[in-house]
Nanobody, 115 residues
Framework: QVQLVESGGGLVQPGGSLRLSCAAT????????MGWYRQAPGSQRELVAT???????TYAESVKGRFTISRHGTENTVYLQMNNVKPEDTAVYFC?????????WGQGTQVAVSS
């Protein structure tokens, strides 16, 4: 059974930094794409960033220049470095791993940005 487990969430002050991690187990092949989505209270889940197995990254406009997604080659581990965070970054952050046949989601990790 494929499982994705996120870690690294927490409370951070505006302007601070946080690093999220996501590791997958139960899968032999490499995810074609891994990424992060987030969902704030009362809002729909939205894309934050994705990265392919070859290292091509895409970002939501709202996080460009502040967040960096990374992945070690074809390993099924993905990171999100969050810098200069803002209160509007407060959300539950979900990791996703995509194969040709399925999407797999983690359970989410809470990020709260507040002074």
């Amino acid at each position: 059974q494929v499982q994705l487990v996120e870690s690294g969430g927490g409370l951070v002050q505006p302007g601070g930094s946080l690093r999220l991690s996501c590791a997958a187990t139960g899968i032999i092949s490499s995810f074609a794409v891994m990424g992060w989505y987030r969902q704030a209270p009362g809002s729909q889940r939205e894309l934050v960033a994705t990265i392919t197995s070859s290292g091509t990254a895409t970002y939501a406009e709202s996080v460009k220049g502040r967040f960096t997604i990374s992945r070690h080659g074809t390993e099924n581990t993905v990171y999100l470095q969050m810098n200069n965070v803002k209160p509007e970054d407060t959300a539950v952050y979900f990791c996703i791993g995509k194969t040709v046949w399925n999407d797999y989601w983690g359970q989410g990790t809470q990020v709260a940005v507040s002074s």
